[in-house]
């Protein structure tokens, strides 16, 4: 069966510092593979997908980039972060082309800037 | 403009009872439209997919529709118990000739089942 990974589970950093999310999928080949941002009291936001190892797509224009190094190892990054960057980070997968529909989430990573 | 919209923002009932909550959605022409339940620091599981084409779809207790006409949904969940209690969302593809999906959610309504 498929299971999605992320780490850390909670982060804490100051404005200005990086960031680095990793995702990570098992037991599944060339995911489409999602970052959201879901801030407190919103819905979810779609902020970048792939379709294939280095294949990223942005969203919405903002602070935060997006790597995919292997196929199933997805990464979000910023240089430097803002207060606004705060918020519930979710990874997702689906499988690729016609069978795409459905969304498998990861269990999230909680992001504080202060 | 398109939007996606759950009304509700939080629903309480008795257990026992049947929940029904409602999505909307204006100037989209979906294919599909998903539910996914979110717990409190969880992320969404999905639930049920139901396609343009199909008018009411079942799992177990839960029963969704799709309207095309009116741009709603209604996903009900019959004989409630308090461990349905969680956010639930509705979802759908704003682009289905993508190549992945980009999937939009409603804000979700926060369902409340007390014994």
């Known amino acids: 069966s498929q299971t999605i990974h992320q780490w850390p589970a909670t982060l804490v950093q100051p404005v200005g510092s990086p960031l680095s999310l990793e995702c990570t999928v098992e037991g599944t080949s060339n995911p489409n593979l999602y970052w959201y941002r879901q801030a407190a009291g919103r819905g979810l936001q779609l902020l970048f997908y792939s379709v294939g190892i280095g294949q990223i797509s942005s969203e919405v224009p903002q602070n935060l980039s997006a790597s995919r190094p292997q196929d199933r190892q997805f990464i979000l990054s910023s240089k430097k972060l803002l207060l606004s960057d705060s918020g519930f980070y979710l990874c997702?997968?689906?499988?690729?082309?016609?069978?795409?529909?459905?969304?498998?989430f990861g269990p999230g990573t909680r992001l504080t800037v202060l | 403009s398109q939007k996606i919209e759950q009304n509700s923002e939080a629903l309480n009932i008795q257990e026992g009872k049947t929940a029904t909550l409602t999505c909307n959605y204006t100037?989209?022409?979906?294919?599909?439209l998903q539910w996914y339940r979110q717990d409190p620091g969880r992320g969404p599981v999905f639930l049920l997919l139901i396609r343009e084409n199909e008018k009411e779809k079942r799992k177990e207790r839960l029963k969704v529709t799709f309207d095309t006409t009116l741009k709603q949904s209604l996903f009900h969940i019959t004989a409630s118990q308090p461990a349905d209690s969680a956010t639930y969302l509705c979802?759908?593809?704003?682009?289905?000739?993508?190549?992945?999906?980009?999937?939009?959610f409603g804000s979700g309504t926060r369902l409340s089942i007390r014994p």
């Open positions: 979802a759908l593809d704003r682009a289905p000739d993508s190549s992945a999906s980009k999937i939009i």
């Open positions: 997702a997968w689906s499988h690729p082309g016609l069978a795409r529909d459905t969304q498998y």
């Open positions: 100037n989209y022409s979906p294919a599909y």
